[in-house]
């Protein structure tokens, strides 16, 4: 029997160490932590690391501590504060910054909470935002406006990672080359276009991003399957290189020819995470270049969080053209075999009224 102080939910719950989510029933207290809210979800979106746990591959089965809600990226409304909460109120429609933050430690300290060294993530660490209801820190919430598009806030979150990596380096009037266009790496084409870059070179093996780069504005599309991709990046540049890397793949091959196309004094910005070692000449292709190298994590809190609003409220993005599915959140295991499957841009999940109850 439901308490009065306990709301019932559908949730995605990885309950058991292998691939797959389990679907059920849960309570959620609406007792609060004097600094936490309580959020009513709207939309939520599907991301890689929800994947990785979905499939409970090496990287899951070393972090996760089960059973777990999952997910991370959403909106919603707010239903209920702690008694410390002063910047949220009942009724706000919020996003969350997904990596809860210290807030004391040195880095925290200096204004580099991106890197805090005793983070913890929404969904990963703690119970995520694939259910009905989520409770998070009121200083991992970012307001939105009311009237803005639920599936574009439920974005903001992985689209604050694109930001971050593409704003990094000066990007206007300049060559960009974006290695792999999964759903971030799309983000950074449509954010590298709206920065004014010169040209973007786009590079993935799955024709179906392929096809979503050239609609999303990449001025040229390589599939490194079929051609060298290091000497088409410096046929498209006068033999020079590209200015600026964004490094979306985590793929070896595709960092490793990223250090030989970069022009010299370029940067690269890296955000995919490779599963394997990295071979570098690092004299030729790092110091002799005298390239700068930057490696994202997150968001800068909450600096990229007000650049994603500039871009969003100046109409300069295509989120319409990223997200390419809303599926029932009933639905998440469909979303991870599209997914898998490589043939989408960002996939939404909507809890269904049934979801609440």
């Known amino acids: ?15 058991r160490p292998e691939r797959g989510f389990t679907i059920e029933k849960r309570t959620i207290s609406t007792d609060l932590k004097e600094d936490e809210i309580l959020v009513k979800v709207r939309t939520a979106s599907f991301c890689g690391t929800d994947y990785h746990i979905y499939a409970y591959d090496d990287w899951a089965k070393s972090r996760l501590q089960l059973p777990l809600i999952v997910g991370h990226e959403f909106s919603g409304e707010v239903i209920k504060t702690g008694k410390k ?10 996003s969350a910054e997904t990596h ?6 040195e880095f925290c300290l200096r204004g580099e909470g991106h890197i805090c060294e005793n983070t913890e993530i929404i969904g990963v660490d703690t119970d995520g935002c694939f ?43 300049r060559t960009v080359a974006i290695v792999g266009c999964g759903p971030l790496g799309l983000m950074g084409i449509d954010v590298s276009r709206a920065y004014g870059a010169k040209k973007i070179i786009a590079i993935e093996i799955n024709a179906y991003r392929r096809r979503k780069a050239e609609e999303l504005g990449a001025d040229v599309v390589i599939n490194p399957l079929d051609e060298d991709v290091v000497q088409r990046v410096l046929a498209e540049t006068d033999g020079r290189g590209v200015d600026v890397v964004g490094e979306f793949s985590g793929n070896k091959t595709a960092i490793e020819q990223a250090f030989k196309y970069i022009k010299p004094g370029g940067g690269m910005s890296l955000l995919g995470i490779p599963a394997e070692n990295i071979e570098l000449n690092l004299a030729d292709d790092v110091v002799f270049k005298g390239i700068e190298i930057y490696g994202v994590v997150g968001r800068r809190i909450y600096d990229t969080w ?4 500039r871009l969003i409220d100046a ?5 319409d053209k990223v997200i390419t599915h809303e599926l029932p959140l009933k639905d998440v295991e469909k979303a991870a075999e599209i997914m898998e499957s490589g043939d989408s841009g960002k996939i939404v999940l909507i809890p269904e009224e049934g979801d609440y109850e």
């Open 1 to 15: 029997m439901e308490k009065a102080n306990e709301l019932r939910m559908t949730a995605v719950v990885k309950d």
């Open 85 to 94: 909460v002063a910047k949220v109120n009942i009724g706000d429609i919020v």
């Open 100 to 105: 809860i933050i210290c807030g004391t430690c």
């Open 131 to 173: 259910a009905g209801y989520v409770k998070i820190p009121e200083a991992n919430c970012f307001l939105n406006d009311k009237a803005a598009d639920h599936l574009h806030l439920s974005v903001q979150e992985p689209l604050g990672n694109a930001v971050h990596t593409m704003a990094h380096f000066p990007v206007e009037d």
């Open 306 to 309: 007000h650049e994603v609003r």
């Open 315 to 319: 109409g300069m993005l295509n989120l």
